[in-house]
């Protein structure tokens, strides 16, 4: 599923794939084989800075210092945007190709997202139906036939700039897509059989803000971003324990036990939150959420997983999206990949859905 808003149509094999994340950029180079993908190399590097509106000049020498180290020869790249900047709804829209599809959002944003979005352009994928499910327009014969589409939606003059940037950089710009979408794509391929046959969600926690995308039989049918992550967290106990910032995110990440019950208190909004997302699904389709699996570096930690699972009630548990992926990777970045794994969740979910 890719709903770029800029895709080169030409068939490639191999492709780097970064997500821009707001503490860490993330980047891999996966190969397309005939027998499945290949992980070929994979970095990860401190945001150039935690503000908006990277300059161009800025967001191409970052590109260029992450792709060195990916040591790789090839110029495709994919670049997922954050959750902050792009949205992404369900809308039912008439029958049509498209790009008929896209204009009509264009002309109507408010209609079909919900919000005027002026200078926006948008992308559309139309949500194969699954087999039993009911029409939209079923016991409707008025109108032309609808059907459900994901739309995609950021500025122009971001995917402009982010163009512009991959370009200097010396890249082609195959594609810019969602990160939301990263972590659905990439768990399709780790775990198919949980993918088409169970409800699940999917949460990514990053560090201003976390997603949950609800996946019910293969169908993504809920999708929210949520204003907490990591960042928070670290916020929240440097206040409480009146340290600084650094010295929170060292506690957190390594005597998490020290600070058990301001972490507790820290983590609760984030789970109500996502208890929220999953109570409305629920009743909405009267069906229950299985198991949510986790993602993003806040998912290392095994206590705030805990935590995430006495507050959803579901079972709750990390996941490592290059299970599905052959490894040909040095020796070095061989005993790393583990580790880093889940937060790689939406380069790697981007880089297979457009090889
Ligand atoms: N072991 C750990 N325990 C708890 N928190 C951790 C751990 N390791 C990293 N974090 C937190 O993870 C956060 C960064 O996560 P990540 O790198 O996945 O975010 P990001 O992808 O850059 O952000 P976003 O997805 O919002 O764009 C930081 O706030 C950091 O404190
Ligand atoms: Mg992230």
Not at 14 to 32: E, F, H, N, P
Request: hydrophobic residues 40%; proline residues 6%; contains cysteine.
């Amino acid at each position: 599923m890719a709903v770029p808003f800029l895709n080169r149509s030409s068939k490639r094999e191999q492709v780097i794939s970064v997500d821009l994340g707001g503490r860490t950029t993330k980047a891999v180079c996966v190969q397309r084989q005939p027998d499945g993908f290949v992980l070929l190399g994979f970095a990860l590097m401190d945001a150039p800075i935690y503000e908006k509106n990277l300059s161009t000049e800025l967001l191409a020498e970052h590109l260029r210092s992450v792709c060195q180290t990916l040591n790789t020869k090839t110029r495709s790249l994919v670049l997922s945007l954050s959750l902050s900047e792009s949205v992404v709804r369900h809308a039912e829209l008439p029958q049509v190709p498209v790009s008929d599809m896209r204009q009509i959002v264009k002309n109507n944003p408010k209609n079909y997202l919900q919000q005027e979005l002026p200078g926006h352009v948008f992308d559309c994928y139309a949500i194969p139906a699954r087999a039993g499910a009911k029409m939209p327009d079923k016991g409707k014969p008025s109108g032309p036939p609808k059907e459900r589409v994901l739309v995609a939606g950021a500025r122009k003059q971001m995917v402009d700039d982010i163009q512009a940037a991959v370009k200097e950089a010396g890249f082609i710009p195959e594609a810019i897509t969602p990160g939301l979408l990263g972590p659905v794509n990439a768990f399709e391929l780790s775990l198919p059989e949980v993918f088409s046959r169970e409800v699940v969600a999917l949460v990514d926690i990053g560090f201003k803000s976390t997603s949950i995308c609800i996946l019910q039989e293969g169908e993504l049918v809920l999708s929210r971003a949520v204003g907490i992550g990591g960042d928070k967290m670290t916020n929240g106990l440097a206040e409480a324990l009146g340290i600084s910032y650094a010295e929170a995110e060292s506690i957190k990440m390594g005597m998490p036990t020290e600070v058990q019950t301001n972490l507790e208190g820290l983590v609760l909004p984030l789970g109500r939150e996502l208890r929220a997302s999953i109570d409305y699904y629920e009743h909405q389709h009267d069906k229950a959420v299985s198991q949510v699996f986790l993602s993003g570096a806040t998912s290392c930690s095994e206590m705030i997983v805990q935590m995430l699972q006495t507050e959803l009630m579901v079972e709750c548990k990390q996941w490592h999206p290059i299970s599905s992926l052959r490894l040909s990777l040095s020796g070095e970045q061989a005993g790393e990949v583990e580790s880093v794994s889940p937060q790689l969740t939406v380069a790697i979910g981007a880089a297979t859905a457009v090889l």
